[in-house]
């Protein structure tokens, strides 16, 4: 088993993840990085993003446009709920989703199962621009 070892680029995308509220593509945290004086290269920074979420320390997810996003995630296993216009996302606990997967992955002879539960809606802050 190879030891993961920390390195000065994986620290800085982590930090700057961690600091940006919802979810980011590796362009715009590329952009942000730089903005801070970071020499990290952008191929650098899809590398370590996709290093991330292999370990589950970032979530990602495609945009409404395709692209991957990103968002840490280093919490325990969590849901999400994430407003379609502007991005503001929301973890949520869902113990009947748990309840409900494991049961239909048992039900289909399915063991050893994971899950990714993201759902989409306009949070109360779109919605009310909407109506006006």
């Known amino acids: 088993m190879a030891v993961k070892r920390n390195t000065w680029q994986k620290d800085a995308v982590m930090h700057a993840l961690s600091e940006v509220q919802g979810f980011v593509s590796a362009q715009q945290l590329y952009q942000i990085l730089k903005q801070h004086g970071s020499s990290?290269?952008?191929?650098?920074?899809?590398?370590?993003?996709t290093a991330l979420v292999a370990d589950g320390k970032a979530d990602s997810l495609l945009s409404n446009e395709g692209e991957n996003i990103y968002r840490d995630c280093s919490r325990e296993h969590h849901h999400h709920l994430i407003c379609k216009n502007c991005g503001v996302t929301v973890e949520i606990e869902a113990k009947e989703a748990e309840t409900w997967a494991a049961k239909v992955a048992s039900d289909s002879g399915f063991s050893d199962v994971t899950h990714t539960i993201d759902i989409f809606g306009l949070c109360k802050k779109c919605t009310n621009k909407k109506g006006n």
């Open 40 to 49: 990290i290269g952008l191929a650098t920074v899809y590398r370590t993003l």
